[in-house]
Each structure stands twice: as C-alpha cells, then as structure tokens.
C-alpha cells in the first residue's frame, strides 16, 4: 500500500495480547482515527487483523482526512503524521486535483495526448487512464435548447474538478480556452474524449453529484442540475450531459454580502444526505474571513441558512470535500465546525492581501478560526496550500 506502511513493526504485543477478544479490539480501533495506526493495529499479529475484518471494517467510521500538497507529501489528521509516495519525474507532470483517494495528473507537454490525464490512487497502486481530447462545447439557447453536437474535438481545455461518479463514469468540471466552464463525461479506460459540454455562458465554482445529478454552483450561489445520459446513436458518443436546469437562483437579499468582497463556493453532502453549499468570504479591507452554510431547498427552489451543523464537520477544499460526525472520532473532532484548505484563494480577488487564512478551522457557534491540530511535532502555516485526500 506505500512505503510508508513498511515501518510498522510485526507483532511483538506482551504475551495474551493476541488473545484480546474481537469486541475489545473493536473498541480500540474505534479509537484510531488515522489510517496508519489502523493498518498497524491489522499488522500486530493475525488475531487482530481476523477481528478488524470481521467485526470492524462493515461499520468502521473512515478514516481522517490526509493534506495533500500536491507533490508527494501528505500529512495526516490527527498527528501530521508525514506519507509520502513517489510520483512520475517529469517536471511538466502535474497533480492538479483529487478526489476522495484518487489523484488526479496532468502531462503538459505529452507527446500522445491520449495519455495526458490519468487518476492514479497511491494507497491500492492503481492507475486510471483519461481521455486527453475533449469535444468542442455546444452552447446552449435562452430556452435551454441547443443544436447538433459537435464531432471535432481538441486538447485545448483544463480539468478544473473530477468525480468518480462510478466504475464505469467520471465527471470533470474543464474549461475551455476561448469560453466558460462545462460538465463533461467520460467511460475511463474506453472513451476516446471528454463528452460534448453544454456551455451557458456561466463559470461553475464547484460541482457534486447528489441524488444520481451532477450539481454545480455560480460564485453567485445559483445552482444548476445536470442530467447525464448514457449516450444514444445521433451523439456518437458515450456518457453525457443531455440536459442543464438552474433549480435555484439566488435572490439578492439571500446571500447578502459586503462590498467588495471576494466569496468562493463548496458543494458538500451532508451526513444526513442534504446538499449544502459552504460560503466562504474574504472582505481584504477589514482583513476578516467569514463561512455561512446553506441547505438545498429543492421544492420552495431556494438556499435555507443553517445556523448550526450540530454533530456535523465539514471538511471543504477546491478538489474534493465531505461531512464527517465528530462523535464518531472520539475526542479529536468537535462538531459545528468547518476545517478549510485551498491553494487558489490569491486569484479570488484582485490584491487580496497574503495575510488572509489559507486553512484554518472555522468555528461556526463563535465566528473564530483556530489553526488546524496536528499534534505537537509539526506546525501547518495558515499559508499552506493544500486539498484534502480521503483514505
């Protein structure tokens, strides 16, 4: 699984130790929220590795999230425990983005473009090739009609975000060079190119897939559904976006904010299975960073603002975000909190001043931001720029 799990030591427990019983050892792996130690634990002796796949694993809360820096290095929650995995050379190969344990590489200058985009999980080994070509978009008419799609296609586009929607579908966020943003679609490993987007005109800040849709959201938190379609013989062409609805649009006085701000939007599902969008706001002129959270409200087509999230943490960053219960994290997660990370913040707002928190954790209940914990061996700067990777 990594280099990193070779360090753990076999099994040299006191004598008894490996007759401990299976309830017990269960209790003490609900008390290991780091992926590292859970593997150690498996690693001590058979007896405990028979207990963890037997009584644990169908009900084990996943583990805490990993920072990812993008090079290599993560730091886990909650030690900042270092992993690091060795990465193809090239210095024109890069990782721009995530999605739960799978990252996501971009070849700038690759000779076949076929081979530019792969995901590539670095705990199972795996690899997961990209189309490298992408359909021209087809822009759509005020009605939300649009004509023929497109059959050329070019390498001139960026993934912006992936979603590993299935084993047989991946959704990308790419924008296009002379245009705005779209959702395209793909079969990994068989499609040729990216599905054909259906632009609007608009530039998505984020994107999730709730209820068997692909949702987006406008930095103006209007959020739009897409329905994906397996694909019929006129499109010549696999999974794809058959049809764009805004479901909400946000009326001036919803999102109220100061002049002059610069607002950037998440999409997270929540543990009880609504979908919220995190607003973040930075105001440069009285240097405060500020989040609201809001529910989905799909029949009144309106955003509802949460005022606590409870029991609830949410874990946000530009590649990849989630919702995970404090309570089950014992001591370490409190609820009502936002941990955020990004390594975009610079380019929301034109001279937005450095001193601006990149990561940090927002308490919801009082308004604060506190340094995200990683024990007492290692120090993450509010200026670090990094997503969240979830093992």
């Not at 006191?14 to 019983?21: A, K, R």
């Not at 050329?152 to 966020?173: E, H």
């Not at 009082?366 to 700067?381: A, E, V």
Request: glycine share 6%.
């Amino acid at each position: 699984m990594g280099a990193w799990l070779c360090k753990a030591s076999p099994a040299s427990s006191p004598l008894g130790w490996s007759s401990l019983p299976p309830e017990l050892a269960d209790l003490v792996l609900r008390r290991l929220p780091s992926l590292a130690d859970r593997v150690r634990f498996a690693s001590a002796c058979r007896h405990w590795r028979h207990a963890m796949k037997q009584y644990s694993l169908p009900s084990l809360p996943r583990p805490l999230p990993w920072l990812n820096f993008s090079d290599g290095r993560f730091r886990s929650l909650p030690d900042g425990e270092l992993h690091s995995f060795q990465f193809r050379k090239p210095t024109d190969t890069l990782c721009v983005g995530c999605f739960d344990n799978w990252l996501l590489f971009d070849e700038l200058s690759c000779i076949r473009p076929s081979l530019r985009h792969y995901l590539k999980n670095p705990l199972r080994r795996a690899t997961r090739r990209l189309p490298g070509y992408c359909r021209e978009p087809v822009h759509l008419n005020p009605d939300g009609s649009h004509g023929r799609r497109s059959s050329s296609r070019s390498t001139d586009f960026r993934i912006r975000k992936v979603i590993i929607c299935s084993r047989d579908l991946v959704v990308a966020k790419v924008n296009y060079q002379h245009g705005p943003c779209a959702v395209v679609c793909c079969r990994p490993g068989t499609s040729s190119s990216w599905s054909t987007g259906l632009c609007n005109g608009l530039w998505y800040q984020d994107m999730a897939f709730y209820g068997g849709k692909i949702y987006t959201v406008t930095i103006e938190g209007d959020l739009f559904a897409h329905e994906v379609s397996n694909g019929t013989a006129d499109t010549e062409e696999g999974p794809a976006v058959s049809r764009v609805e805004r479901v909400i649009q946000v009326a001036a006085a919803t999102t109220t904010t100061p002049a002059n701000c610069a607002t950037r939007c998440y999409l997270v599902i929540s543990c009880t299975g609504k979908l919220l969008m995190v607003w973040w706001i930075v105001v440069p002129e009285k240097s405060t960073t500020t989040f609201k959270v809001f529910e989905a409200d799909f029949r009144m087509s309106r955003w509802l603002e949460v005022e606590s999230l409870g029991d609830e943490v949410l874990f946000v960053s530009s590649s990849c975000s989630r919702a995970v219960a404090a309570s089950s994290h014992g001591d370490y997660l409190q609820g009502n909190r936002i941990y955020f990370l990004d390594d975009s913040i610079a380019s929301w707002f034109f001279g937005t001043p450095s001193n601006q928190p990149a990561c940090g954790v927002y308490d919801v209940s009082s308004s604060t931001i506190h340094p995200i914990p990683l024990g007492q061996q290692w120090h993450l700067s509010s200026q670090s720029k990094a997503s969240w990777f979830f093992p």
